[in-house]
């Protein structure tokens, strides 16, 4: 069975960069069939897509989020990682780490518990 | 922008009761749809896609259906498990993705 685990620190400061890693367990990185992404939650409000890799190194981006994102693949960690920099308030979430599936189109067929990151000084 | 949304936006409901829920869009988005299921702490979990296809594990109570620009997602009986929240999300051929506001089912 496929399983994400996010891990981090909880806590980050205005200004800094959160930094965010996935780890894999269950199945390899290297799918060709598969995208990885990460996704958040803020408090009380709905989700929103932050980007995706492929093993290759390929990304996506949420346009609005672009210039303070980026995401990475070590494939010989079994793992994908997410730092955004300049951080604040707004940023504070739950963030979720999930594999990205194909059929006909994309989709997030397993996702990881999620882990809440408080920007605060 | 296109506009996603999700009716109702919460529904207070029984265990047995059969939920529907509806997922619109401003404008034309896409001819396929996922659906996911979130509860506080646990993985969020994929329901639906490709509008109507049930992902493994997933008991037949659920169910997908489109009608025109409406995708629809039904809860034949609630069970206890199942009082969450409900988000449709559009179903394009590039990895980028975007979600409704979600639909919160509590308990009557």
């Known amino acids: 069975q496929l399983q994400l685990q996010e891990s981090g620190p909880g806590l980050v400061k205005p200004s800094e960069t959160l930094s965010l890693t996935c780890t894999v367990s269950g199945g390899s990185i290297r799918s060709s069939s598969h995208f990885w992404g990460w996704i958040r939650q803020p408090p009380g409000k709905g989700l929103e897509w932050i980007g995706s890799?492929?093993?290759?190194?390929?990304?996506y981006y949420n346009p609005s989020l672009q210039s303070r994102v980026t995401i990475a693949v070590d494939t010989s960690k079994n793992q994908f990682s997410l730092r955004m920099n300049s951080v604040t308030a707004a940023d504070t979430a739950v963030y979720y780490c999930?594999?990205?599936?194909?059929?006909?189109?994309?989709?997030?067929?397993?996702w990881g518990q999620g882990t809440l990151v408080t920007v605060s000084s | 922008d296109i506009q996603l949304t999700q009716s109702p936006s919460f529904q207070s409901a029984s265990i047995g009761d059969r939920v529907t829920i509806t997922c619109r869009a401003s404008q034309g988005i896409s001819d396929s749809l996922a659906w996911y299921q979130l509860k506080p702490g646990k993985a969020p979990r994929l329901l639906i896609y490709d509008t109507s296809t049930l992902q493994s594990g997933i008991p037949s109570r659920f169910s997908g259906s489109e009608s025109g620009t409406e995708f629809t997602l039904t809860i034949s009986s609630l069970q206890p498990e199942d009082f969450a929240t409900y988000y449709c999300q559009p179903l394009y051929g590039y990895p980028q993705f975007t979600f409704g506001p979600g639909t919160k089912i509590d308990i009557k």
């Open positions: 890799v492929y093993y290759s190194g390929s990304t």
């Open positions: 999930a594999r990205v599936a194909y059929s006909t189109r994309y989709y997030l067929d397993y």
